[in-house]
């Protein structure tokens, strides 16, 4: 079974632990790999759509699981009970609706060791949720795989923990910034280019244009300052 380097990502960042839940399954790489490796002793794979969790099923069958891989058709965190799982992958899915997943949980969430959470669309906002309320922020990490780079989070609830920081860093990992990561520098590069493509397509003249593109250009400056960093 050949991951994915996203999905190899994710796996690297599981520590060893009783049992596992992937949230957003799909396939089932994720456990059906944690079990055949030894990470976990069991694992519970959860989907809202019933085709998906149907190929992981098969996947299972294929790789000789047994009970110690459960299938669950259901909502996020819903179909858990609390304390059931030391671990929860939440993966594929965009940071607004990982944040949501999370808030509609939080008792579930506080239960848990940790949690890998790997947005595939948003991370910024996903971010500043987990800064702002009382998130332990273990890790971050990042990866590219297919030209697309992903933010990973290693967390867990923590009372004390919220903190505000300027927006820019929301966007921008600070811990990745500091510990400058090998991905870091043509990261925030692709950023630098995307937000002059946007400004390129900003061509009118009225208040609101020229607000936007000043605050982009800002961006651009203080992101370019960073890239000087590294």
């Given at each position: 079974?050949?991951?994915?380097?996203?999905?190899?990502?994710?796996?690297?960042?599981?520590?060893?632990?009783?049992v596992?839940?992937?949230?957003?399954?799909?396939?089932?790489?994720?456990?059906?790999?944690?079990?055949?490796?030894?990470?976990?002793?069991?694992?519970?794979?959860?989907?809202?759509?019933?085709?998906?969790?149907?190929?992981?099923?098969?996947n299972?069958?294929?790789?000789?699981?047994g009970?110690?891989?459960?299938?669950?058709?259901?909502?996020?965190?819903?179909?858990?009970?609390?304390?059931?799982?030391?671990?929860?992958?939440?993966?594929?899915?965009?940071?607004?609706?990982?944040?949501?997943?999370?808030?509609?949980?939080?008792?579930?969430?506080?239960?848990?060791?940790?949690?890998?959470?790997?947005?595939?669309?948003?991370?910024?906002v996903l971010?500043?949720?987990?800064?702002?309320?009382?998130?332990?922020?273990?890790?971050?990490?990042?990866?590219?795989?297919?030209?697309?780079?992903?933010?990973?989070?290693?967390?867990?609830?923590?009372?004390?923990?919220?903190?505000n920081?300027?927006?820019?860093?929301?966007?921008?990992?600070?811990?990745l910034?500091?510990?400058?990561?090998?991905?870091?520098?043509?990261?925030?590069?692709?950023?630098?280019?995307?937000?002059?493509?946007?400004?390129?397509?900003?061509?009118e003249?009225?208040?609101?244009?020229?607000?936007?593109?000043?605050?982009?250009q800002?961006?651009?400056?203080?992101?370019?300052?960073?890239?000087?960093?590294?």
């Amino acid at each position: 079974m050949e991951l994915s380097e996203r999905l190899n990502f994710i796996i690297k960042n599981i520590e060893n632990t009783s049992v596992l839940a992937d949230i957003g399954t799909d396939h089932g790489y994720i456990p059906l790999h944690a079990l055949k490796s030894g990470i976990c002793s069991k694992a519970i794979a959860v989907d809202i759509n019933k085709e998906p969790l149907d190929k992981a099923r098969l996947n299972a069958i294929l790789e000789g699981m047994g009970e110690e891989l459960e299938f669950r058709l259901g909502d996020g965190l819903k179909v858990l009970e609390k304390d059931e799982v030391e671990v929860t992958v939440i993966a594929g899915m965009g940071g607004n609706l990982i944040r949501d997943i999370l808030e509609e949980q939080i008792e579930k969430v506080n239960s848990m060791k940790y949690l890998i959470l790997q947005p595939a669309q948003n991370p910024e906002v996903l971010r500043e949720y987990l800064y702002t309320n009382n998130y332990e922020i273990i890790n971050e990490d990042l990866c590219l795989d297919e030209n697309i780079y992903y933010e990973l989070f290693k967390v867990r609830r923590k009372e004390g923990e919220a903190t505000n920081l300027d927006p820019i860093y929301y966007e921008v990992s600070p811990k990745l910034l500091m510990q400058k990561h090998p991905l870091m520098k043509e990261y925030l590069i692709s950023k630098v280019e995307n937000y002059e493509k946007i400004n390129s397509f900003i061509t009118e003249s009225t208040i609101n244009s020229n607000e936007r593109r000043k605050s982009i250009q800002e961006k651009i400056d203080v992101i370019t300052n960073m890239i000087n960093f590294l």
